[in-house]
């Protein structure tokens, strides 16, 4: 993990103290909700001797993908592998995303049918869990990308936290941020997402976003240092939103495709 963005981000989005009434009249544009996006999320903990078998389980689903990519029936896919590494977390990632439940678990049904699910590599994992996230604050740049790096960050609210308070932080905070970036050609993608299942205690949510080289990686550190710096009225706000005791942060290699 880069020491600085981690640092920068924290400061961002823990730093900030005033309420979400005063947030939102720091908006200059109207940011508007998106039809909501659904992503199924495949993880497991693969042991290192298993990770060339792992790789060659991805190209084989990729066909299978990229033809529901090609049919409508989803709207983007791809692989992860993790680079910054726990003791027993996640090593390697599947996912995809549609603009409904139906064609997210269509694509699924065809990887139970075709056997990939239960493929020997994936048998070999000491860990596997599953995740369905909703996202309605999103963008990208229609496109592949190899090798390019996602940065995600996770957060958990308050219990005592508006009800809003994703919205609030997406429309007023997130949101702009990632336009400016994703514009400049410094991110390929972001979203904001909660789950959709909740396999975890509501009020968590997750921000990703993807650069499609490790210099953008430091353009968004720069970018997120310059919000600290010339907002003053948001440099003094979020803390009373987010307990920081459910932060994280995870970064990973991805090939991904985007419609």
């Not at 009434?21 to 508007?32: G, H, Y």
């Not at 693969?46 to 060659?56: D, N, S, T, Y």
């Not at 993807?210 to 550190?221: F, H, M, R, S, W």
């Amino acid at each position: 993990m880069f020491r600085k963005l981690a640092l920068a981000f924290s400061l961002l989005v823990l730093a900030l103290g005033i309420s979400a009434t005063a947030l939102r009249a720091q908006s200059t544009s109207e940011v508007k909700e998106k039809p909501a996006m659904y992503t199924y999320a495949s993880i497991w903990t693969i042991p290192r001797a298993q990770w060339g078998e792992m790789a060659k389980s991805d190209a084989a689903d990729t066909d299978t993908m990229a033809k529901a990519l090609a049919s409508g029936t989803i709207v983007a896919y791809g692989h992860d592998t993790a680079l910054v590494h726990t003791a027993d977390g996640p090593t390697h990632d599947e996912f995809w995303s549609s603009m409904s439940m139906a064609g997210l678990l269509s694509l699924l049904d065809q990887f139970y049918k075709n056997g990939s699910a239960a493929s020997p590599v994936l048998s070999s994992a000491t860990k596997h869990y599953d995740e369905i996230l909703v996202s309605r604050y999103y963008n990208w740049t229609p496109g592949s990308c190899k090798g390019c790096y996602t940065h995600g960050a996770f957060y958990k609210l308050k219990a005592d936290a508006p009800n809003d308070g994703v919205e609030t932080l997406s429309k007023n905070l997130f949101v702009p941020l990632f336009e400016k970036l994703l514009a400049a050609g410094a991110i390929k993608e972001y979203e904001i997402d909660t789950q959709a299942i909740h396999t975890s205690a509501p009020g968590s949510f997750a921000v990703f976003y993807i650069t499609p080289n490790a210099e953008g990686l430091d353009k968004v550190d720069d970018a997120i240092t310059d919000v600290v710096k010339n907002n003053p009225l948001i440099s003094p706000a979020v803390g009373s939103i987010l307990d920081s005791t459910g932060h994280r942060d995870e970064l990973t290699r991805t090939d991904a495709t985007y419609k």
